[in-house]
């Protein structure tokens, strides 16, 4: 029976979980799941305990007067994108024939406020990021956030990583993990290969990944004596692991286990918190995330080279003439200008 035929046929006793079931038959994250989730049962209970409704037969009036309760705790941006949610709930149920109408549809319209694609986001500097690092206790944590702040690469490519795209000149680390490092790093030691190719859900280097890599192109990043120092330090204490693929990142209560984006996004939230840095509910532009440290990154890296074609490339989003020129300027440029411009950390 297709979507269409069983919304029709049956009319769902929890709508929000019908919308949410059929977001996972879309292939939408879990991520983006639980946020629709979080959304939606507020608007829920709003609808229920304050206007004495339900979604079914909630009107226009129900949505602006939910809207309207919204924009004392959260910032316009926010109040867009939650009522967007709500708008796509309505828009959906409404197409498969399991509500009449979209009461949200109009609100939208005539809404003040916007979803900002673009949010200027908080200013940290430099030295404000190095204390934050500093007040870090547990290697795990130290490693990978300092990966991010120091590679501008995405919170799944780090999770992605494996102990083989990791090159570190070291003799005490080649010893206590022999493991070859990939092909492409030989000549370049104290370096990371960010890979494109893996994808959620597909089998890569012997193991089912839970998160996509997102680079248009595979990338070199350097490895500078700061990182290199949090990553041997973390893997001092790195648990052995089941996989067969050897994830350069697990996790140290749950023995093992590849470190997933939503672990270190919990992880990243918690520490941004104690320093007032993240809030619940907030936006792109108050909250520090571990994509925040993407935009630190190119900021920061981007006014100190002021070249925009190495930043690119660093992240992994440049076009194919571009990358093929700093792939073969590697050893020349990407990491001279990398050296001698990278904040220091530590």
């Known amino acids: 029976m297709g979507v269409d035929e069983r919304a029709a046929s049956v009319a769902p006793d929890d709508p929000v979980a019908y919308f949410l079931q059929d977001m996972t038959f879309h292939g939408r994250t879990e991520r983006t799941r639980a946020a629709y989730e979080?959304?939606?049962?507020?608007?829920e209970s709003f609808v229920v305990d304050q206007r004495g409704a339900t979604l079914e037969t909630?009107?226009?009036?129900?949505?602006?007067?939910?809207?309207?309760?919204?924009?004392?705790?959260?910032?316009?941006?926010?109040?867009?994108?939650?009522?967007?949610?709500?708008?796509?709930?309505?828009?959906?149920?409404?197409?498969?024939?399991?509500?009449?109408s979209n009461p949200m549809a109009l609100v939208t319209e005539e809404m003040d406020e916007s979803i900002d694609?673009?949010?200027?986001?908080?200013?940290?500097?430099?030295?404000?990021?190095?204390?934050?690092?500093?007040?870090?206790?547990?290697?795990?944590e130290r490693a990978l956030i300092g990966t991010l702040l120091k590679t501008g690469m995405r919170v799944g490519e780090c999770c992605n990583l494996?102990?083989?795209?990791?090159?570190?000149?070291?003799?005490?680390?080649?010893?206590?993990?022999?493991?070859?490092?990939?092909?492409?790093?030989?000549?370049?030691?104290?370096?990371?290969?960010?890979a494109s190719e893996p994808a959620r859900g597909a089998v890569y280097n012997g193991e089912e990944r839970t998160a996509s890599n997102k680079r248009k192109r595979?990338?070199?990043?350097?490895?500078?004596?700061?990182?290199k120092r949090l990553l041997k330090a973390w893997l001092a204490i790195r648990p052995d692991t089941t996989s067969q693929a050897e994830p350069l990142f697990c996790s140290t209560s749950e023995w093992g286990k590849r470190?997933?984006?939503?672990?270190?996004?919990?992880?990243?939230?918690?520490?941004?918190?104690?320093?007032?840095?993240?809030?619940?509910?907030?936006?792109?532009?108050?909250?520090?995330?571990?994509?925040?440290?993407r935009?630190?990154?190119?900021?920061?890296?981007?006014?100190?080279?002021?070249?925009?074609?190495?930043?690119?490339?660093?992240?992994?989003?440049?076009?194919?003439?571009?990358?093929?020129?700093?792939?073969?300027?590697?050893?020349?440029r990407v990491r001279d200008i990398y050296e001698a411009n990278i904040y220091s950390l530590l």
Not at 38 to 43: A, G, K, N, P, Y
Not at 117 to 139: C, K, N, Q, V, W
Not at 218 to 227: A, F, I, K, N, Q
Not at 277 to 284: F, I, L, V
């Open 38 to 43: 979080r959304v939606l049962r507020d608007f």
């Open 58 to 100: 909630a009107t226009q009036r129900e949505c602006m007067a939910w809207v309207h309760s919204l924009r004392d705790e959260h910032a316009p941006s926010t109040v867009a994108s939650y009522a967007s949610y709500v708008h796509r709930f309505y828009a959906y149920m409404t197409q498969v024939g399991a509500f009449d």
């Open 295 to 332: 935009h630190f990154f190119t900021t920061h890296l981007r006014d100190r080279t002021g070249d925009r074609g190495i930043v690119k490339y660093l992240r992994g989003d440049v076009a194919t003439d571009i990358i093929d020129t700093y792939t073969h300027n590697w050893g020349d």
């Open 117 to 140: 694609t673009d949010p200027a986001r908080r200013e940290i500097s430099a030295p404000e990021m190095r204390s934050f690092l500093a007040d870090l206790g547990h290697p795990l």
């Open 162 to 194: 494996d102990l083989r795209d990791v090159y570190l000149e070291d003799s005490e680390v080649r010893e206590a993990y022999p493991v070859e490092p990939r092909g492409t790093l030989e000549g370049r030691p104290d370096s990371i290969y960010v």
């Open 218 to 227: 595979d990338t070199v990043v350097p490895v500078d004596s700061e990182l």
């Open 259 to 293: 470190a997933t984006p939503s672990m270190v996004r919990s992880i990243v939230a918690d520490r941004a918190a104690e320093r007032g840095w993240y809030r619940e509910g907030g936006d792109a532009a108050e909250n520090v995330t571990p994509h925040y440290f």
